[in-house]
């Protein structure tokens, strides 16, 4: 723990907090997402063992560090490019966001059956589980590639998992009614998860894309969208006013 008479560590870990917590933001999302399908007394429980599994995942991750960082080594060549275990998991992780991203979208667009009542399945609780065990292994090996990226010190990566984690805990409820409240962010945050899908396939083929141009994209995008939210709500109260008017 000599780290903690340095100022630069201390920097480190304020930052790598920061993007842990963007980075666990898409996470809250699609949790959200997933735990919608639920009935409404199961989505609070399920979202925070969603979020502790997030965390477990991130923290398996890192004590197996040199397991991760062994990964870089070509299994077998393809059209001259070799494929290593860790472009093996990109791969998959990123079709796994494509397919299930495009499989949400599917579904946000049948609201006439949904309406109805009538023949829709309601996910069960250990299925939405599953599938969040699934997504929590796709976050985690891009969270903790960043934080190998970023610091040498193992402890000051578990101590910005844990406060991001800690963060994600005491905002996903908010954030999770915000997403049910306003249909359009849905749309949007599976939109990015698609984004990010692809990103990670690109990374599978060792074609980097900077992420920040990845973040940019996603901060333009929703603060365009919370201009239409506010927007929207504006018109509303002033044909409210007018009614009453």
């Given at each position: 723990m000599e780290w903690l008479a340095s100022p630069e560590a201390w920097i480190a870990l304020s930052?790598?907090?920061a993007l842990e917590i963007v980075l666990g933001i898409d996470n809250i999302i699609f949790i959200s997402i997933l735990v919608a399908r639920l009935p409404v007394e199961q989505r609070d429980r399920a979202r925070k063992l969603g979020i502790g599994l997030a965390m477990l995942s991130r923290l398996l991750l890192l004590f197996a560090l040199s397991w991760v960082m062994g990964l870089t080594t070509d299994l077998f060549t393809v059209m001259?490019?070799?494929?290593?275990?860790?472009?093996?998991i990109l791969v998959g992780g990123g079709l796994?966001?494509?397919l299930k991203s495009t499989h949400e979208i599917h579904n946000s667009f049948e609201i006439d059956e949904e309406a109805a009542g009538a023949g829709v399945a309601v996910a069960t609780f250990g299925s939405v589980l599953a599938q969040i065990a699934v997504?929590?292994?796709v976050f985690s090996l891009d969270s903790v590639i960043t934080a190998v990226g970023m610091v040498d010190q193992i402890s000051?990566?578990?101590i910005a998992v844990v406060v991001s984690v800690l963060v994600m805990l005491l905002a996903s409820k908010s954030i999770a009614e915000f997403v049910d409240a306003n249909p359009t962010i849905k749309m949007l945050a599976l939109?990015?998860?698609?984004?990010?899908?692809?990103?990670?396939?690109a990374e599978g083929f060792d074609v980097h894309v900077p992420k920040g141009y990845i973040y940019f994209a996603m901060a333009f995008s929703v603060s365009v969208e919370m201009l239409n939210i506010r927007l929207r709500k504006r018109k509303q109260t002033l044909k409210l006013q007018k009614k009453i008017g």
């Amino acid at each position: 723990m000599e780290w903690l008479a340095s100022p630069e560590a201390w920097i480190a870990l304020s930052t790598l907090i920061a993007l842990e917590i963007v980075l666990g933001i898409d996470n809250i999302i699609f949790i959200s997402i997933l735990v919608a399908r639920l009935p409404v007394e199961q989505r609070d429980r399920a979202r925070k063992l969603g979020i502790g599994l997030a965390m477990l995942s991130r923290l398996l991750l890192l004590f197996a560090l040199s397991w991760v960082m062994g990964l870089t080594t070509d299994l077998f060549t393809v059209m001259g490019e070799g494929i290593s275990g860790r472009d093996l998991i990109l791969v998959g992780g990123g079709l796994f966001l494509l397919l299930k991203s495009t499989h949400e979208i599917h579904n946000s667009f049948e609201i006439d059956e949904e309406a109805a009542g009538a023949g829709v399945a309601v996910a069960t609780f250990g299925s939405v589980l599953a599938q969040i065990a699934v997504l929590d292994i796709v976050f985690s090996l891009d969270s903790v590639i960043t934080a190998v990226g970023m610091v040498d010190q193992i402890s000051i990566m578990v101590i910005a998992v844990v406060v991001s984690v800690l963060v994600m805990l005491l905002a996903s409820k908010s954030i999770a009614e915000f997403v049910d409240a306003n249909p359009t962010i849905k749309m949007l945050a599976l939109a990015f998860l698609i984004l990010i899908g692809v990103t990670l396939i690109a990374e599978g083929f060792d074609v980097h894309v900077p992420k920040g141009y990845i973040y940019f994209a996603m901060a333009f995008s929703v603060s365009v969208e919370m201009l239409n939210i506010r927007l929207r709500k504006r018109k509303q109260t002033l044909k409210l006013q007018k009614k009453i008017g």
